[in-house]
């Protein structure tokens, strides 16, 4: 998938997913410093060896963790166990990183080349201002996440249009994460990304009404 990915009429968005780029590229090679925080994290493992993570745990003391919808850094990584349903070959099944990878001006924005969880997708460009995710497409920006991040905030990307659902705490393998929202494309089928503060994507889901299409699980990711 490309961190935009067409999966069947819905176009995907935002962090470990990547889109074809164009326009001229200047390098930057800044990157967003600070603490590292990882997933799953011994410090939340319970007695019944279950990994518990939450949106404190991500926090730096002196309270500067990024905490946007989906923190895209340079050198921030997600790790998704891939489930493929019918035929998706942009998405074959597997363990798979998303990486944000390098930092450049395109488009007269600042943004940072993510690497797709999905093997056969190329990386595209992220730009990110606050909670607003754009994805640049064929040398032009396109909304994938819109502000503000509330219930039934709902935006297009000139294609479909997707609505915030609040998720509340969300478990996955990397470990239970709250203060978590479902961007749910407004189609008949099944097709939503769930986003946690401070950790960005932990689930993609799309199934079409053939019955094709692929689950991503959070597994494992480092965020600063």
């Given at each position: 998938?490309?961190?935009?990915?067409?999966?069947?009429?819905?176009?995907?968005?935002?962090?470990?997913?990547?889109s074809?780029?164009?326009g001229?590229?200047?390098?930057?090679?800044?990157?967003?410093?600070?603490?590292?925080?990882?997933?799953?994290?011994?410090?939340?493992?319970?007695?019944?060896?279950?990994?518990?993570?939450?949106?404190?745990?991500?926090r730096?003391?002196?309270?500067?963790?990024?905490?946007?919808?989906?923190?895209?850094?340079?050198?921030?990584?997600?790790?998704?166990?891939?489930?493929?349903?019918?035929?998706?070959?942009?998405?074959?099944?597997?363990?798979?990183?998303?990486?944000?990878?390098?930092?450049?001006?395109?488009?007269?924005?600042?943004?940072?080349?993510?690497?797709?969880?999905?093997?056969?997708?190329?990386?595209?460009?992220?730009?990110?201002e606050?909670?607003?995710?754009?994805?640049?497409?064929?040398?032009?920006?396109?909304?994938?996440?819109?502000?503000?991040?509330?219930?039934?905030?709902?935006?297009?990307?000139?294609?479909?249009?997707?609505?915030?659902?609040?998720?509340?705490?969300?478990?996955?393998?990397?470990?239970?994460?709250?203060?978590?929202?479902?961007?749910?494309?407004?189609?008949?089928?099944?097709?939503?990304?769930?986003?946690?503060?401070?950790?960005?994507?932990?689930?993609?889901?799309?199934?079409?009404?053939?019955?094709?299409?692929?689950?991503?699980?959070?597994?494992?990711?480092?965020?600063?």
């Amino acid at each position: 998938m490309k961190r935009i990915a067409v999966i069947g009429s819905m176009v995907m968005m935002v962090a470990a997913c990547g889109s074809s780029t164009s326009g001229g590229l200047v390098d930057d090679s800044s990157d967003g410093g600070g603490a590292t925080t990882t997933w799953p994290s011994d410090a939340g493992v319970p007695d019944d060896g279950a990994s518990t993570s939450t949106l404190a745990d991500a926090r730096a003391v002196d309270g500067s963790a990024d905490d946007r919808i989906d923190p895209i850094v340079v050198g921030n990584s997600w790790t998704y166990q891939v489930t493929t349903f019918g035929t998706y070959p942009l998405c074959p099944a597997g363990q798979y990183t998303g990486l944000a990878e390098s930092a450049a001006t395109v488009g007269g924005k600042s943004a940072v080349l993510v690497k797709s969880l999905c093997a056969n997708e190329a990386a595209s460009y992220y730009t990110v201002e606050g909670d607003v995710v754009q994805v640049q497409v064929d040398g032009t920006w396109v909304l994938a996440l819109d502000a503000p991040v509330a219930e039934g905030h709902t935006w297009s990307n000139g294609t479909s249009t997707f609505t915030w659902r609040d998720a509340g705490a969300v478990t996955v393998a990397a470990g239970t994460f709250d203060d978590c929202w479902s961007a749910t494309q407004n189609v008949a089928y099944e097709a939503y990304t769930i986003f946690c503060r401070g950790v960005g994507p932990v689930r993609w889901h799309s199934k079409d009404g053939a019955g094709d299409g692929f689950d991503a699980e959070l597994a494992s990711a480092s965020v600063q």
